[in-house]
């Protein structure tokens, strides 16, 4: 379909939604004749009010006369002069696709690259470009896969996709502000009537009468009514307008494969989902690491520390390009499964450009590390950057573990607390073990259902994870509030506990072993606390 036909279908739908207003306010007037013909009194004027209030929505959907303007994502915006090498790339990848280079390029902190244009008069005329590119993706695609990845986002341009944009985003948005109004309104109803309805419970209550339930089922239907019915359209237009959408995502494929090449293309492909997945495991394992300690990587190091990671991993990264998902992301996702859109490629013919641009794509930039680090202080929160600084990765993990450590209250905590009268301790715990009354504390756990009921040994071995888990946290609170306790900073691994002095090299008498061999000792069926005590410090061995 070109894109003639479809900015035709664009303006068929978004009219649909006006003809689909007009019906349903026609379909009110008509309530209101009926009524005020055949009615009279309160009657009359109760259907009055509530087909005006049905209107209301529909009418201020339909003047919603400007689509509201997408917001650039938190960047930096750089210049011919700040970065002469990629503006060179954005520039030729540009001229090869036909279309016009944009006017601005935005360095982000996102998985994404996206080239939007604001044109006017829905599309007729076009507007100002502006190429929003994810520093992790130069961080991890080469040069030839950046190029692929600009090349597809232009092709978008060739074939007119974007000039569809205004007229598919105006009609999302007039049907998703109905919609929200109308639930808006019907939540208020809920709540109007929940809040009548306990008023009226607690004047019973206070005459000595029996409170009724409050029951809100049915308020706010008529309001759900109409919701649904745009809803209804509202799924029509999505799959209406997206049912060419991935046809034009090959397409652009296939642009990208021909500026940059078949193989740079596949395996950019592959890629960016393995980017994107990591990423995410970056961020929430590594990069805000510190937070609970009020504490930030090395500067530079938010983002800059990424790459580190893909490195380390590189057996684990390989091992998920070749897991590539077979379904859309969801049933309206304008962007066709991973998988498939990868095959199409490969099944094309060789085209002898397997080495070329093998380079870092992070070296298009003058200075990765003042890049990286002007990048954190664009996109990470004002209160997030007056936090102090760590001088390497493994000084974030000590400062993080020693703030989680100081400040964790788990299960046993609180039941210990309520069965001694006491604040939880350590040396009180290991007291009550001592005395025999490990498994009545116990009992103050939260319980399953299956737990609760069950009686001597079933009950303990419900029970014993639990326990275990939270005395090895009590522990490990103990040493480093002494200063006892190191962790080892891995970029391959989780983190792992190390405390001087324990054992010996071998892995059956490591720390760790020693540790939970003591912890098991604890919560057995007839606990020993003496293994424990002897890896305490001498402060708490014999209390």
């Known amino acids: 379909m070109g894109a003639t036909l479809r900015a035709l279908r664009a303006l068929v739908l978004l009219l649909g939604f006006y003809l689909l ?105 076009p507007g100002r470009r502006t190429l929003a590119l994810g520093i992790p993706l130069l961080i991890g695609l080469t040069e030839a896969q950046v190029r692929s990845v600009l090349a597809h986002e232009f092709g978008h341009f060739t074939g007119g996709d974007t000039r569809l944009s205004a007229l598919v985003v105006r009609g999302r948005v007039q049907i998703a502000r ?8 019907a939540d208020g109803k809920v709540a109007a009537d929940r809040a009548r309805q306990e008023r009226a419970s607690a004047k019973r209550v206070a005459k000595g ?85 009020q504490m930030l990587p090395p500067r530079g190091e938010f983002f800059g520390g990424f790459g580190r990671l893909l490195t380390a991993r590189e057996p684990e990264v390989a091992g998920l390009r070749s897991e590539l998902p077979e379904e859309p992301a969801g049933p309206y996702d304008s962007h066709p499964p991973i998988a498939e859109r990868v095959r199409r490629i490969e099944a094309l013919p060789t085209d002898g450009r397997a080495d070329e641009a093998k380079e870092a794509a992070l070296a298009l930039l003058t200075d990765p590390a003042r890049t990286l680090a002007a990048l954190e202080d664009a996109v990470l929160v004002d209160e997030l950057l007056t936090y102090p600084r760590a001088a390497g990765w493994q000084d974030l993990l000590d400062a993080s573990m020693a703030a989680g450590l100081s400040t964790a209250q788990t299960p046993l905590h609180k039941a210990l607390a309520e069965y001694t009268g006491q604040p939880a301790t350590l040396s009180a715990l290991l007291g009550v073990i001592d005395d025999g009354r490990l498994w009545r504390v116990a009992e103050r756990l939260p319980l399953t259902q299956e737990a609760t009921a069950a009686k001597g040994r079933a009950f303990r071995e419900f029970v014993r994870p639990a326990l275990q888990r939270s005395l090895r946290t009590m522990v490990l609170a103990e040493f480093s509030s002494r200063s006892l306790l190191h962790w080892e900073f891995s970029w391959t691994r989780p983190a792992s506990v190390r405390l001087p002095g324990w054992g010996s090299q071998t892995a059956d008498d490591s720390p760790e072993a020693a540790l939970e061999a003591a912890l098991e000792a604890a919560v057995a069926d007839h606990p020993d606390t003496e293994p424990l005590r002897a890896l305490l410090p001498p402060a708490i061995q014999n209390v």
């Open 21 to 125: 207003s007009l019906v349903l306010l026609a379909a009110l007037v008509g309530v209101d004749v009926l009524v005020f013909s055949w009615g009279h009194g309160a009657l009359t004027l109760k259907v009055g009010i509530i087909t005006v209030l049905l209107a209301a929505p529909v009418v201020s959907g339909m003047f919603m006369l400007r689509t509201p303007k997408g917001e650039d994502p938190h960047g930096i915006l750089v210049t011919d002069a700040d970065e002469p090498r990629l503006w060179a790339l954005v520039r030729e990848l540009a001229a090869a696709s036909g279309t016009r280079a944009p006017a601005r390029i935005l360095l982000t902190g996102e998985v994404n690259a996206s080239v939007s244009e604001n044109p006017r008069l829905l599309g007729l005329l």
């Open 178 to 185: 109905v919609i929200g109004q109308f639930h808006e309104r």
């Open 209 to 293: 009468k029996k409170a009724k339930q409050v029951d809100t089922a049915g308020v706010g239907a008529t309001y759900r009514t109409m919701a649904r019915i745009y809803t209804a359209y509202g799924k029509l237009y999505l799959r209406a307008s997206l049912s060419t959408a991935r046809g034009q995502e090959y397409a652009a494929d296939l642009a990208a494969a021909r500026i940059a090449g078949r193989d740079a293309t596949a395996s950019a492909l592959r890629e960016i989902p393995v980017l994107s997945a990591s990423h995410d495991f970056y961020l929430d394992s590594y990069a805000t690491l510190g937070l609970q300690a």
